[in-house]
């Protein structure tokens, strides 16, 4: 049974890649940015990235051409819902892209949707958002369910949460993936990696170890070496502040007179090496963005070293420049998690 999906705001195509591995059918994608659809086409191999402002999308015209569409999945950014103390919700202006997708949902009735936020969106104003979609949803019949999840929680290297919304017409209970009980660090993640100087790195390299964990062999099953490994020139000053941060450390251990007035949770710390890395943002690159220094190299994480903490395997290349890269993997829904949420789904058919 062939079961088709549709990706909205499908960035550079996390969400797509784990729904596919997990057996899904990708028949259309939409994303408006050049680079992130650069990367997307170039993943899927084949031309279905719609790269249109999805508000001129004339959906009953434009999908006339599918026969059917099983599954809508998508991540429409929602800023008017976390507001403190807002009641306009659904109403709100800013969460018009919000409404194309519920606009997508009620034209196309696909047998379940997906939809993918922040954890806030469940949470603020005592449920009242969620509460309001909740209704909407179930005024077209669809039943819904919801779950904060944790990435750490299933097997990926990182502790990152989202809101994952689902939708049925099948008149089904979903049942969420379990956790695993296996957890993965951010050394059995990237410890195969080549190591790097501030600066460093090229557009390809090959392998220059064996894998060292059931999870490399993961990341690296079908690549022939290892793309976007290059490591950000820090500067003169930044390099002499990391100089200074033993293993483990953060900015407690500088001098008072060079720290910075960063107010980003973690910021200059050192990653453990032995947990889990801290939720990927799009400025990994950057020391007093966040926790984003390696323990044991005078550096920030490459486009690699995130993408491989993201569960994106190494055959998936990011393009466009380095800027663009690092907001597609931080953007993105982790694979490996799109992978199970996908396995459950397939349980609803």
């Not at 705001?9 to 992130?36: P, T």
């Not at 696909?110 to 958002?129: C, I, K």
């Not at 050394?187 to 064996?210: C, N």
């Amino acid at each position: 049974m062939s079961v088709r999906f549709v990706d909205l705001f499908s960035g550079a195509g996390g969400l797509s890649k784990g729904l596919c591995d997990a057996g899904f059918e990708l028949v259309y994608a939409n994303e408006i940015d050049n680079s992130f659809c650069e990367t997307f086409d170039k993943n899927h191999n084949v031309r279905i990235i719609d790269n249109r402002d999805i508000n001129i999308i004339n959906i009953k015209k434009d999908f006339q051409k599918f026969s059917k569409i099983d599954l809508i999945v998508g991540g429409p950014p929602c800023q008017g819902f976390s507001q403190k103390g807002s009641r306009k919700g659904l109403l709100d202006d800013r969460n018009f892209l919000f409404k194309k997708f519920v606009e997508f949902v009620e034209i196309l009735k696909p047998q379940v949707f997906l939809m993918e936020n922040v954890p806030n969106l469940l949470t603020s104003n005592n449920g009242f958002f969620f509460k309001e979609i909740n209704k909407h949803f179930n005024n077209m019949g669809y039943q819904v369910s919801s779950k904060v999840m944790n990435c750490f929680d299933y097997g990926i290297p990182q502790t990152r949460r989202r809101a994952i919304i689902i939708g049925n017409l099948l008149s089904k209970e979903f049942e969420f993936p379990k956790k695993i009980k296996k957890v993965v660090s951010v050394h059995e993640a990237i410890s195969d990696l080549p190591r790097l100087l501030s600066g460093e790195g090229d557009t390809f390299q090959e392998y220059v170890k064996s894998s060292l964990s059931d999870y490399q062999k993961i990341m690296r099953k079908g690549s022939k070496g290892i793309y976007n490994h290059v490591s950000t020139k820090h500067s003169p000053e930044a390099l002499e502040r990391l100089s200074l941060i033993p293993p483990f450390g953060g900015k407690s251990d500088l001098p008072s007179q060079l720290r910075t007035k960063s107010i980003y949770s973690g910021t200059w710390g050192r990653i453990d090496p032995n947990g889990p890395a801290r939720t990927i943002t799009t400025r990994f690159d950057t020391p007093s963005s966040g926790q984003f220094t390696l323990n044991d190299q005078d550096r920030c994480l490459t486009v690699r070293e995130a993408a491989r903490i993201q569960s994106f395997p190494d055959n998936f290349i990011f393009y466009g420049n380095k800027t663009s890269q690092m907001k597609q993997v931080g953007n993105a829904v982790p694979p490996l998690l799109a992978k199970q949420i996908g396995q459950k789904i397939l349980e609803l058919f």
